[in-house]
């Protein structure tokens, strides 16, 4: 059930209007606990025993971390730790360790382990990264333990967010759980809009752009440079209106059921520099890998070698979060390396004025280019296809049947110009100062101009497979 | 929209809906006003092959690609003159298209006829409710359940057809839900200009021309058909599986397999079709090409009450030369020399059917 299906804007209207029509807190909260296993068991029934597996054992971890002594404490976190990455161990990792294990027993002889046929549970990455963080955060007493089983069981499941995130944070979303949200504090109209650009990004952009990357992953050797360039920076288009469009979406339908979830992008492609760039893109994961891995490593307090490690340490274990591939692992490396070569630079006092304020004018565009050639590997399915395409930017190659028309590079200033435009004027903001009847009749108007841009088939959003 | 209760005020909660609804209904209407969708792209290029010399054209033929790859309006033609009856026709048909497809072509069609047409021809079929055939992998099947062509014929009219083949159909229920919704969600899509946009800058970006429709509408297979693409796999499917072709065609000389029930059948469908026909002063002639797998049912069909003609070519006894392996291209498909052969029988049939009345 995507956000962007019919059957959603119906199964949303019926939880939407039993939700406000229920007039107790406890209710309504029930409520959402079934309608989010709902959603759920639409992917897949079988794996609503696995989120309730994960959601059981950090519980009880959780409660036992509360009253428990440090030893009694530690072995806790341990189990809860253990659980939630051994289910992704096995879901998610099993089969590329196996697989990776298998080329090393090859080159030495030995014979084969067999791989698994196992389906990745959708959104597992997600769920138990965000139920990990709150046995920790119990665990290191800054957050107290909950008590109410059905109020944490909806912390993990909440619907909005299930699948795609933002990742919530136990100490961001459980205090809401105690209030009784009152409609009259909903923002409709602003959270209307914000539903809608997240509907045009998914379905109108990043659905369109998709079987342009899609074609051209078919054959990446088979286009001229200038094609090459353009399909890199569309597809950094592609996944930025994908997943920040699914996170506009969550943020819009959380709030309509009256709750808040925190900002997942803040215009990333904006960015001046690729520091800047990771803490606008994916924030909730981001400031998770800071909370819980680059600071706990030591962050940028143990010296600068080992800050350079950390961070190159982190990115390599956020490669390796989004895909089981070491294609993903090398897009995490490549970004680590960015970060590296970024901090250096700032560190380095002896820099010119002048390359400074070069640096400074080609902050944005390189930002922009680099990220996007690192897709190339968070994109390909196999390195010699990375390699196609990296040499690909490079290559002579002059233009083949297969070649991208320059109209495309003006689609992307289009884009640009709407993504800058939108920082400036903030639509979901504005949306609050027109009368609600003018809004409703207005927000008819850019439906209808949104639907006839959408790309009719069925695509799923990109991080679904994380 | 009022932050307040939902239900505290009914009355202005309606009026936001209707405001809501109205500047939908109006943004809709509106681009499709600005931007109207024109035919896909390939039933387009057919339309204006057509109407390039329309109204020299007193036939046209309407069906699947059995009779756009089988039917040589040029060889007709000249059968039917070396019979004593002079025609000009042009072939409409086209790969993938359906009953119900080709009926929303033929409307079309008949809204302004060419001058002089006399005769429709159309190919029998099961009205089947699918959207779209199946295809070897999942992407493809995506793109043609949601392509253009998918969309265009889905007008309330042959909605509600096709909802009745649904309904009379022996799916499951699930299935028939399933199916239904797609349907309505196509029709939804067409009346409110879903993706038309979207398809009208892609076409504009991804210009490819189309080749032009020549040999009025046929299309018949060329040595690239035989290796690439889908129509390959098909046919090496078929030259892979000749034992089973041989079988097939021995089950179509079976008797016991003329029991098929015609229960299932969209009766009212079809004699829809016919009035519409009739009524735009025209008459129709159903044809039933030689097909690759056992029809008796659609051959039972020619004693139904008020069925007009139909030109039955599904025996493999009565037409030997159709069914063999040198002049077939696949299952479902004759190769040019069959094409030829069949396009002299059906004017053949055509002839005498026209001369019996």
């Given at each position: 059930?995507?956000?962007?299906?019919?059957?959603?804007?119906?199964?949303?209207?019926?939880?939407?209007?039993?939700?406000?029509?229920?007039?107790?807190?406890?209710?309504?909260?029930?409520?959402?606990?079934?309608?989010?296993?709902?959603?759920?068991?639409?992917?897949?029934?079988?794996?609503?025993?696995?989120?309730?597996?994960?959601?059981?054992?950090?519980?009880?971890?959780?409660?036992?971390?509360?009253?428990?002594?440090?030893?009694?404490?530690?072995?806790?976190?341990?189990?809860?730790?253990?659980?939630?990455?051994?289910?992704?161990?096995v879901?998610?990792?099993?089969n590329?360790?196996?697989?990776?294990?298998?080329?090393?027993?090859?080159?030495?002889?030995?014979?084969?382990?067999?791989?698994?046929?196992?389906?990745?549970?959708?959104?597992?990455?997600?769920?138990?990264?965000q139920?990990?963080?709150?046995?920790?955060?119990?665990?290191?007493?800054?957050?107290?333990?909950?008590?109410?089983?059905?109020?944490?069981?909806?912390?993990?499941?909440?619907?909005?967010?299930?699948?795609?995130?933002?990742?919530?944070?136990?100490?961001?979303?459980?205090?809401q759980?105690?209030?009784?949200?009152?409609?009259?504090?909903?923002?409709?109209?602003?959270?209307l809009?914000?539903?809608?650009?997240?509907?045009?990004?998914?379905?109108?952009?990043?659905?369109?752009?998709?079987?342009?990357?899609?074609?051209?992953?078919?054959?990446?050797?088979?286009?001229?440079?200038?094609?090459?360039?353009?399909?890199?920076?569309?597809?950094?288009?592609?996944?930025?209106?994908?997943?920040?469009?699914?996170?506009?979406?969550?943020?819009?339908?959380?709030?309509?059921?009256?709750?808040?979830?925190?900002?997942?992008?803040?215009?990333?492609?904006?960015?001046?520099?690729?520091?800047?760039?990771?803490?606008?893109?994916?924030?909730?994961?981001?400031?998770?890998l800071?909370?819980?891995?680059?600071?706990?490593?030591?962050?940028?307090?143990?010296?600068?070698?080992?800050?350079?490690?950390?961070?190159?340490?982190?990115?390599?274990?956020?490669?390796?979060?989004?895909?089981?591939?070491?294609?993903?692992?090398?897009?995490?490396?490549?970004?680590?390396?960015?970060?590296?070569?970024?901090?250096?630079?700032?560190?380095?006092?002896?820099?010119?004025?002048?390359?400074?304020?070069?640096?400074?004018?080609?902050?944005?565009?390189?930002?922009?280019?680099?990220?996007?050639?690192?897709?190339?590997?968070?994109?390909?399915?196999?390195?010699?296809d990375?390699?196609?395409?990296?040499?690909?930017l490079?290559?002579?190659?002059?233009?083949?049947?297969?070649?991208?028309?320059?109209?495309?590079?003006?689609?992307?200033?289009?884009?640009?110009?709407?993504?800058?435009?939108?920082?400036?004027?903030?639509?979901?903001?504005?949306?609050?100062?027109v009368?609600?009847?003018?809004?409703?009749?207005?927000?008819?108007?850019?439906?209808?101009?949104?639907?006839?841009?959408?790309?009719?088939?069925?695509?799923?959003?990109?991080?679904?497979?994380? | 929209?009022?932050?307040?209760?939902?239900?505290?005020?009914?009355?202005?909660?309606?009026?936001?809906?209707?405001?809501?609804?109205?500047?939908?209904?109006?943004?809709s209407?509106?681009?499709?006003?600005?931007?109207?969708?024109?035919?896909p792209?390939?039933?387009?290029?057919?339309?204006?092959?057509?109407?390039?010399?329309?109204?020299?054209?007193?036939?046209?033929?309407?069906?699947?690609?059995?009779?756009?790859?089988?039917?040589?309006?040029?060889?007709?033609?000249?059968?039917?003159?070396?019979?004593?009856?002079?025609?000009r026709?042009?072939?409409?048909?086209?790969?993938?298209?359906?009953?119900?497809?080709?009926?929303?072509?033929?409307?079309?069609?008949?809204?302004?006829?060419?001058?002089?047409?006399?005769?429709?021809?159309?190919?029998i079929?099961?009205?089947?409710?699918?959207?779209?055939?199946?295809?070897?992998?999942?992407?493809?099947?995506?793109?043609?359940?949601?392509?253009?062509?998918?969309?265009?014929?889905?007008?309330?009219?042959?909605?509600?057809?096709v909802?009745?083949?649904?309904?009379?159909?022996?799916?499951?229920?699930?299935?028939?839900?399933?199916?239904?919704?797609?349907?309505?969600?196509?029709?939804?899509?067409?009346?409110?200009?879903?993706?038309?946009?979207?398809?009208?800058?892609?076409?504009?970006?991804?210009?490819?021309?189309?080749?032009?429709?020549?040999?009025?509408?046929?299309?018949?297979?060329?040595?690239?058909?035989?290796?690439?693409?889908?129509?390959?796999?098909?046919?090496?499917?078929?030259?892979?599986?000749?034992?089973?072709?041989?079988?097939?065609?021995?089950?179509?000389?079976?008797?016991?397999?003329?029991?098929?029930?015609?229960?299932?059948?969209?009766?009212?469908?079809?004699?829809?079709?016919?009035?519409?026909?009739?009524?735009?002063?025209?008459?129709?002639?159903?044809?039933?090409?030689?097909?690759?797998?056992?029809?008796?049912?659609?051959?039972?069909?020619?004693?139904?009450r008020?069925?007009?003609?139909?030109?039955?070519?599904?025996?493999?006894?009565?037409?030997?030369?159709?069914?063999t392996?040198?002049?077939?291209?696949?299952?479902?498909?004759?190769?040019?020399?069959?094409?030829?052969?069949?396009?002299?029988?059906?004017?053949?049939?055509?002839?005498?059917?026209?001369?019996?009345?």
């Open positions: 059930m995507l956000f962007t299906e019919t059957l959603f804007f119906f199964f949303f209207a019926v939880v939407f209007a039993l939700h406000w029509g229920l007039r107790g807190h406890v209710a309504r909260k029930r409520l959402l606990l079934t309608a989010s296993y709902v959603f759920y068991a639409a992917w897949d029934w079988r794996f609503c025993g696995l989120i309730l597996l994960s959601t059981l054992i950090d519980f009880v971890a959780g409660r036992r971390l509360g009253d428990a002594e440090p030893r009694s404490r530690r072995f806790w976190l341990l189990v809860s730790v253990i659980t939630n990455l051994s289910l992704l161990g879901f998610k990792y099993f590329f360790f196996v697989e990776s294990a298998n080329s090393l027993f090859g080159l030495i002889g030995l014979g084969e382990v067999r791989s698994l046929d196992l389906i990745l549970p959708v959104g597992i990455s997600f769920y138990t990264f139920t990990m963080s709150y046995t920790i955060d119990v665990y290191r007493r800054r957050l107290d333990p909950i008590s109410n089983f059905s109020d944490f069981a909806l912390f993990v499941s909440f619907f909005p967010q299930l699948v795609m995130g933002p990742i919530l944070r136990a100490s961001g979303f459980l205090p759980l105690q209030k009784p949200r009152r409609f009259e504090n909903v923002p409709v109209r602003s959270l809009t914000l539903f809608l650009i997240g509907f045009v990004k998914k379905a109108c952009v990043a659905d369109n752009i998709a079987p342009l990357v899609d074609n051209f992953y078919l054959n990446p050797g088979g286009y001229d440079v200038a094609s090459t360039w353009i399909v890199i920076v569309f597809y950094a288009v592609q996944l930025y209106c994908d997943f920040s469009g699914y996170t506009d979406m969550a943020i819009a339908v959380a709030g309509l059921l009256g709750y808040q979830v925190p900002r997942n992008f803040a215009f990333p492609l904006l960015a001046s520099n690729i520091s800047d760039f990771w803490r606008r893109w994916h924030i909730s994961f981001s400031s998770w800071r909370d819980y891995l680059y600071i706990p490593l030591g962050g940028s307090r143990k010296g600068p070698v080992r800050t350079y490690v950390n961070l190159t340490l982190t990115m390599l274990l956020s490669g390796l979060w989004h895909g089981a591939g070491w294609t993903f692992i090398t897009w995490g490396a490549l970004n680590g390396i960015g970060l590296c070569v970024h901090r250096l630079y700032e560190r380095w006092n002896g820099a010119p004025a002048a390359l400074r304020r070069v640096t400074a004018a080609l902050g944005w565009p390189l930002t922009v280019f680099w990220f996007a050639f690192t897709l190339v590997f968070f994109r390909s399915q196999t390195f010699s990375a390699w196609a395409v990296t040499t690909g490079l290559s002579a190659q002059q233009a083949t049947p297969a070649s991208i028309g320059p109209t495309y590079a003006l689609w992307f200033v289009l884009l640009l110009a709407v993504h800058w435009i939108s920082r400036r004027t903030e639509p979901s903001r504005q949306a609050t100062r009368p609600a009847p003018l809004f409703a009749f207005a927000f008819g108007i850019l439906c209808a101009i949104a639907l006839s841009f959408v790309r009719m088939e069925y695509r799923p959003f990109i991080y679904f497979q994380f | 929209m009022p932050n307040r209760r939902p239900g505290s005020n009914v009355s202005r909660s309606l009026q936001i809906a209707l405001l809501f609804a109205l500047g939908l209904w109006l943004g209407s509106s681009v499709g006003v600005i931007a109207p969708e024109p035919p792209p390939a039933i387009d290029e057919r339309l204006s092959a057509l109407s390039r010399e329309k109204d020299s054209y007193d036939t046209l033929l309407f069906g699947s690609s059995r009779l756009y790859r089988g039917v040589d309006p040029a060889v007709f033609d000249a059968e039917a003159a070396r019979r004593g009856r002079a025609t026709s042009f072939n409409l048909a086209f790969a993938g298209m359906k009953p119900h497809e080709a009926n929303a072509l033929l409307r079309r069609v008949l809204s302004d006829p060419p001058a002089k047409l006399r005769y429709v021809l159309i190919e079929g099961d009205w089947s409710p699918e959207i779209s055939e199946p295809l070897p992998n999942q992407r493809a099947q995506n793109a043609e359940r949601y392509s253009a062509r998918a969309l265009a014929w889905h007008d309330s009219s042959e909605l509600l057809s909802l009745r083949s649904l309904w009379r159909s022996d799916r499951s229920p699930t299935e028939r839900l399933d199916l239904a919704l797609s349907h309505i969600s196509h029709w939804g899509a067409r009346l409110l200009n879903i993706g038309s946009a979207a398809r009208a800058a892609r076409r504009e970006v991804d210009a490819k021309p189309l080749p032009p429709t020549s040999r009025r509408g046929f299309t018949p297979y060329v040595r690239a058909d035989y290796r690439r693409g889908f129509t390959g796999g098909f046919r090496r499917q078929f030259v892979e599986s000749l034992d089973e072709y041989k079988a097939t065609l021995e089950a179509m000389r079976n008797p016991e397999a003329a029991d098929s029930p015609l229960a299932a059948y969209n009766h009212t469908a079809l004699a829809a079709q016919i009035a519409s026909v009739r009524a735009a002063g025209l008459e129709v002639i159903y044809v039933l090409p030689p097909r690759g797998e056992p029809t008796p049912h659609l051959s039972a069909l020619a004693a139904q008020d069925m007009p003609t139909l030109l039955d070519f599904s025996s493999p006894d009565r037409y030997p030369e159709l069914f392996i040198e002049h077939r291209f696949d299952y479902q498909h004759l190769n040019p020399l069959g094409a030829k052969i069949f396009s002299r029988r059906l004017a053949e049939e055509f002839v005498r059917a026209v001369e019996a009345r």
